[in-house]
Nanobody
Framework: QVQLVESGGGKAQPGGSLRLSCAAS????????MAWYRQAPGNQRELVAT???????NYADAVKGRFTISRDNAENTVYLQMNSLKPEDTAVYYC????WGGGNYWGQGTQVTVSS
């Protein structure tokens, strides 16, 4: 079992920034892909950004140019830098890791609220 602990959520004003962190209890060096998802009230969970073990990144159209996903294998942590935040970015953000050979795990989520 792998524990993922997200942190860094909170409140921000439109145009502001937040940085989310997701620390894994197991090495992420052997992960196939790590990802951030989000779920707003009344909506389905949606993919925000992914990063492969080789460092290739992919973003949802809604966050391209504003969000940056990165990973630190030495710290077993994945990050999501969120800039130019909008009210529609308000959601619970979840970290996910998928390992080569099996194993897919979720964090407990961290709330992000963007409001003036």
């Amino acid at each position: 079992q792998v524990q993922l602990v997200e942190s860094g959520g909170g409140k921000a004003q439109p145009g502001g920034s937040l940085r989310l962190s997701c620390a894994a209890s197991r090495s992420i060096s052997s992960s196939r892909v790590m990802a951030w998802y989000r779920q707003a009230p009344g909506n389905q969970r949606e993919l925000v950004a992914t990063i492969t073990g080789g460092g290739r990144t992919n973003y949802a159209d809604a966050v391209k140019g504003r969000f940056t996903i990165s990973r630190d294998n030495a710290e077993n942590t994945v990050y999501l830098q969120m800039n130019s935040l909008k009210p529609e970015d308000t959601a619970v953000y979840y970290c996910n890791v998928d390992y080569w050979g099996g194993g897919n795990y979720w964090g407990q989520g961290t709330q992000v609220t963007v409001s003036s």
